[in-house]
T-cell receptor, first 109, second 112 residues
Framework: RKEVEQDPGPFNVPEGATVAFNCTYS??????FFWYRQDCRKEPKLLMS???SGNEDGRFTAQLNRASQYISLLIRDSKLSDSATYLC??????????FGTGTSLTVIP | NAGVTQTPKFQVLKTGQSMTLQCAQD?????MYWYRQDPGMGLRLIYY???????DKGEVPNGYNVSRLNKREFSLRLESAAPSQTSVYFC???????????FGSGTRLTVV
């Protein structure tokens, strides 16, 4: 079983829409959680960390559900510039982070 | 600008050739990592170094070697390149594995 699993999409949504991505993880002892954004042919960049109580950064909201072992990312009022691949990242115990394969989002005018 | 610098950005090798990918960071991070990214496979860890002088295998270490030359630099060597090593390679660094990674811009490697 993979450490982290994501729905690859693609998600095609109109501008202004709300879209949500989920990501499940297998190791219940996982300690740290992140969402990264990767533009085409670019490196991944940290979008936001995910805290136990949930956290918000502008139009982006991240949530963690430890009981069901998933994290989510909600994007409100989608912009064309939000088009990218979104990667969830989980850190179990130890030094290694595990990346999901990414969910592709295209925001359509 | 502060960050992670990788060289080269592009490389084409013939099967059996060797090469070294260079990575340097100027953020005084302790931990450094090498990942490869392949379509449908996501990012997979090749090797990492939790601190200067230490290195450990990741998920896919076969065919690679690494050197943590000092706190700033972490190189990845392909001793005898194979077509299966065609990929995009990313170097990353992290402050004590807590605050996530900063990635370099990647090296696109093709082995023919």
């Amino acid at each position: 079983r993979k450490e982290v699993e994501q729905d690859p999409g693609p998600f095609n949504v109109p501008e202004g829409a709300t879209v949500a991505f989920n990501c499940t993880y297998s190791n219940s002892a996982s300690q740290s959680f992140f969402w990264y954004r990767q533009d085409c042919r670019k490196e991944p960049k940290l979008l936001m960390s995910v805290y136990s109580s949930g956290n918000e950064d502008g139009r982006f909201t991240a949530q963690l559900n430890r009981a069901s072992q998933y994290i989510s990312l909600l994007i409100r009022d989608s912009k064309l510039s939000d088009s990218a691949t979104y990667l969830c990242v989980v850190k179990p115990t130890g030094n290694q982070f595990y990346f999901g394969t990414g969910t592709s989002l295209t925001v359509i005018p | 600008n502060a960050g992670v610098t990788q060289t080269p950005k592009f490389q084409v090798l013939k099967t059996g050739q060797s090469m070294t990918l260079q990575c340097a960071q100027d953020m005084n991070h302790n931990s450094m990592y090498w990942y490869r990214q392949d379509p449908g496979m996501g990012l997979r860890l090749i090797y990492y170094s939790a601190s200067e002088g230490t290195t450990d295998k990741g998920e896919v270490p076969n065919g690679y070697n690494v050197s943590r030359l000092n706190k700033r630099e972490f190189s990845l060597r392909l001793e005898s390149a194979a077509p299966s090593q065609t990929s995009v390679y990313f170097c990353a660094s992290s402050e004590d594995n807590i605050y996530g990674y900063t990635f370099g811009s990647g090296t696109r490697l093709t082995v023919v």
